[in-house]
């Protein structure tokens, strides 16, 4: 499929479920990391962002209204209140999306995941909605990598087996951000392997 020039491929959408809301978990190294995960999914959407997103005008307009929520990272009240309406919104039936890592990812190595933050996953923690692992490839090639450009490349993202945090062994449980980080990790080490194997 194309989307602006762009070639994506969706694999694992059987692994998300019809009947309810789910929180995604991706990896991030793109603006448009956003974009590629909402024209993916199916159901209502919204994405959890940095609050200085709002700064962007074009891209703050549309995130305000696909349910997106704008996080204080140095507010921690503010931050508390942001999880709390992402949890009424899975509650409602609307699927949220978050980058755990708080930030673009610059590491050239695409499997070099910085840490999650455990945080981010208490909409999950929670509402006891399923978390779907989410692994992207090919986004900063687009705009991150040769600022200012916008160049056409193919992004394969790969939507993961859900992951239920109550039905974790207890160690997992304690640190979910850190388990669905080994497995996004993981999910990203198979999809570098099989697109070389394609070359």
């Given at each position: 499929?194309?989307?602006?020039?762009?070639?994506?491929?969706?694999?694992?959408?059987?692994?998300?479920?019809?009947?309810?809301?789910?929180?995604?978990?991706?990896?991030?190294?793109?603006?448009?990391?956003?974009?590629?995960?909402?024209?993916?999914?199916?159901?209502?959407?919204?994405?959890?962002?940095?609050?200085?997103?709002l700064k962007i005008p074009l891209l703050r307009t549309w995130m305000q209204r696909?349910?997106?929520?704008?996080?204080?990272?140095?507010?921690?009240?503010?931050?508390?209140?942001?999880?709390?309406?992402?949890?009424?919104?899975?509650?409602?039936?609307?699927?949220?999306?978050?980058?755990?890592?708080?930030?673009?990812?610059?590491?050239?190595?695409?499997?070099?995941?910085?840490?999650?933050?455990?945080?981010?996953?208490?909409?999950?923690?929670?509402?006891?909605?399923?978390?779907?692992?989410?692994?992207?490839?090919?986004?900063?090639?687009?705009?991150?990598?040769?600022?200012?450009?916008?160049?056409?490349?193919?992004?394969?993202?790969?939507?993961?087996?859900?992951?239920?945090?109550?039905?974790?062994?207890?160690?997992?449980?304690?640190?979910?951000?850190?388990?669905?980080?080994?497995?996004?990790?993981?999910?990203?080490k198979d999809m570098k392997e099989g697109q070389e194997q394609e070359k």
């Open positions: 499929m194309k989307l602006a020039g762009v070639t994506y491929e969706v694999q694992g959408l059987e692994n998300i479920p019809s009947d309810r809301a789910v929180l995604y978990v991706g990896n991030h190294r793109s603006y448009f990391d956003i974009l590629v995960g909402y024209v993916t999914v199916p159901g209502l959407t919204g994405f959890v962002a940095k609050k200085e997103m696909v349910n997106c929520l704008f996080l204080d990272r140095v507010d921690i009240k503010e931050g508390l209140k942001t999880i709390l309406e992402g949890i009424e919104k899975v509650k409602s039936g609307v699927s949220i999306w978050i980058f755990p890592e708080g930030t673009r990812n610059e590491n050239q190595e695409l499997t070099e995941l910085l840490p999650f933050h455990e945080g981010s996953l208490k909409i999950a923690q929670k509402s006891g909605c399923p978390v779907i692992p989410v692994a992207i490839t090919g986004t900063a090639e687009i705009f991150e990598q040769h600022l200012p450009f916008v160049k056409p490349s193919h992004v394969c993202i790969r939507y993961g087996t859900p992951i239920y945090i109550k039905e974790l062994p207890a160690e997992e449980r304690k640190f979910p951000g850190a388990y669905t980080r080994d497995v996004i990790a993981g999910m990203l």
